[in-house]
């Protein structure tokens, strides 16, 4: 009998990944989706009559138990959560509450009604936030710089928690930062590439930046999808950190991005100190010999081949609002 899964965030960058694979393995997709008046699908849009969808929300016990009920899931992989760090400082309470506490509300609606399941928590990267090592590994301390970080944070140790405390297959991927054509512009990836097709398009003059030096570990979704995956088909349950090892600046990033359409970065960024955070991470960079290793995972994308992908992405997503010919 094929397996079924329940993905929460199933409409986000990692969600359409993960659904396409497991619709590939031969699962049962169940997403969970919020009632909304305008249902944002385009990154399932090609799946979405694969997917059964169920209503819920993280925020509200009740519907979750409702949807771990009627999907009965082999594997959960929970995905949802407020994502934006720079949103995090804005809206402090719903990120705590959505990216911290919701992870215990499906947690317990599977501990109630499906304690078999096996369950995959979305941890983050910006949980190590000011760094104590370099690289960062499954044991490196936590010290979050954002009160996104804060809430990944404790969504990170109540599963560890419910592991413990409940002997469920509960574990944690720490992915550190994974993009795509299909990332939401308002990240700093999407918005460089999105910005150079723009102007490369005639569409927009300049790009607006704040810390050009910040450094990250840049990798594609669509094979970090594949480590979550892989987290689930093991003997015991544990937590992994998912990174490339390299790392990449902002400003490289930009260099990639407008060198690939022809444009001289120089001629068109602007440095803005409205986009400064207020408590900036500047170093990112993970250690994942362990998920090599016991799970046997690899990278395929490399960080040039990513930025150029998500620029000719958005090079045909704007397409149709220009007259220029490319």
Not at 193 to 202: C, E, S
């Amino acid at each position: 009998m094929n397996k079924k899964a329940l993905i929460t965030g199933i409409t986000g960058q990692d969600g359409s990944y993960l659904a396409e694979l497991l619709l590939e393995k031969g699962y049962k997709v169940y997403g969970l989706r919020r009632r909304t008046s305008i249902p944002i699908l385009e990154n399932i849009e090609h799946i979405q009559d694969e997917i059964e969808f169920v209503e819920g929300d993280l925020l509200d016990l009740g519907s979750l138990i409702n949807a771990v009920n009627i999907s009965q899931p082999d594997e959960v992989y929970n995905l949802a959560a407020q994502s934006f760090v720079g949103t995090s400082w804005d809206q402090p309470v719903l990120t705590g509450l959505q990216t911290g506490i919701g992870v215990t509300n499906i947690l317990e609606a599977v501990r109630m009604v499906k304690p078999d399941a096996r369950f995959y928590q979305a941890s983050s990267s910006e949980m190590f936030g000011k760094v104590v090592e370099t690289p960062q590994r499954e044991t490196t301390p936590f010290y979050p710089r954002s009160p996104y970080g804060v809430a990944k944070v404790y969504g990170h140790w109540i599963t560890v928690n419910y592991r413990e405390s409940y002997n469920m297959y509960a574990c944690s991927g720490i992915l550190f930062n994974h993009e795509s054509p299909r990332r939401g512009v308002e990240f700093v990836t999407r918005k460089v590439t999105n910005a150079a097709a723009r102007i490369k398009l005639g569409l927009q003059k300049e790009l607006r930046m704040g810390n050009l030096d910040a450094q990250r570990d840049w990798g594609f979704a669509g094979d970090y999808v594949k480590a979550m995956w892989l987290m689930l088909q093991q003997d015991k349950a544990d937590d992994y950190v998912i990174s490339t090892g390299e790392l990449h600046s902002v400003q490289e990033l930009v260099e990639i991005a407008f060198g690939h359409v022809g444009l001289n970065w120089r001629d068109y960024v602007v440095v803005d100190p409205k986009f400064v955070r207020p408590a900036e991470v500047d170093l990112l960079l993970g250690n994942c010999s362990k998920a090599k290793m016991r799970l046997g995972w690899q990278l395929e994308v490399g960080f040039s081949e990513l930025v150029e992908m998500m620029v000719e992405s958005d090079l045909q997503r704007n397409s149709r609002f220009s007259k220029v010919l490319i």
